[in-house]
């Protein structure tokens, strides 16, 4: 969608066939799209053949398109030093913790915390990118010293000076912090309603077996009891054999 509503000519090239400058960070967003819609499309198709490995090659999956989304905001074509890049900046700290949890969760398909993590992970990513559409793109929310300026078909928040800019990037960090606090909060208190609400039950491991295999092994047992009778009732006729000679 982005490749074809966003550009004037819904298109994204220029008219020799080339990709123009100012729509490089189109194709990015799209790549990373991309990736995503293949780990979805693999996911759903691993579920329905039922693999027996389906657990550890979607893992796999959405690890590949979590380090391509890594790399491409690493590497972005949007500036790094203004107020957007600082936003990404922090946004790569998120996506690096979703790449990690996931690659782990390969080793610890069953472990709750490594699912939880990531869960929230991604959750915060949703949540960042929200924050970074209204405070990078509303003018009223813009920082002060700071104004959104036309680039090359774009909307960019730029600084009138160095101490605005550093203003703004100190703004930035501190929003970060609180909104890890708030999910921090959020993610807390919503394990705490789901325990209450899906208790655990207690599990309990039968002492005996059921249906035939229980009735095999007293079967088996009484055998070998019996066996064993009959070699102390012999031992002992052939002990009174003795005595009496």
């Known amino acids: 969608m982005e490749l074809i509503i966003g550009p004037e000519n819904h298109q994204p090239f220029d008219t020799d066939g080339t990709i123009p400058s100012n729509h490089l960070h189109n194709f990015e967003h799209a790549s990373i799209s991309l990736a995503f819609l293949i780990y979805a499309a ?18 796999l999956l959405g690890a590949v398109a979590f380090g391509q989304q890594l790399l491409l905001f690493h590497l ?4 790094h030093m203004g107020v957007e890049g600082q936003y990404h900046w922090l946004l790569q700290i998120v996506i690096a913790l979703s790449l990690a949890t996931t690659l782990i969760g390969i080793w ?7 699912s939880f993590v990531r869960s929230m992970s991604i959750t ?9 559409g209204f405070m990078l793109w509303t003018p009223s929310l813009i920082p002060k010293g700071c104004f959104i300026n036309s680039e090359e078909g774009h909307q960019v928040a ?14 930035v960090n501190i929003q970060f912090s609180w909104y890890v606090a708030a999910m921090a909060l959020f993610s807390m208190l919503l394990y705490l309603f789901l325990t209450k609400r899906y208790p655990e039950a207690p599990e309990y491991l039968p002492l005996v077996k059921e249906g035939g295999q229980e009735d095999d092994e007293d079967l088996e047992s009484q055998k070998k009891l019996g066996e064993s009778d009959s070699f102390v009732h012999v031992g002992r006729g052939i002990r009174a054999m003795e005595v009496e000679r």
Do not use: N
């Open 124 to 132: 915060f990513q949703g949540v960042w990118f929200i924050v970074m």
């Open 158 to 171: 730029r600084c009138r000076s160095d101490e605005a800019l550093h203003r703004a990037k100190s703004l």
């Open 42 to 59: 693999f996911a759903i198709a691993f579920d329905r053949i039922k693999l027996r490995q389906r657990a550890a090659m979607t893992q």
């Open 76 to 79: 972005h074509s949007a500036d």
């Open 108 to 114: 610890l398909p069953r472990s709750f915390v490594v």
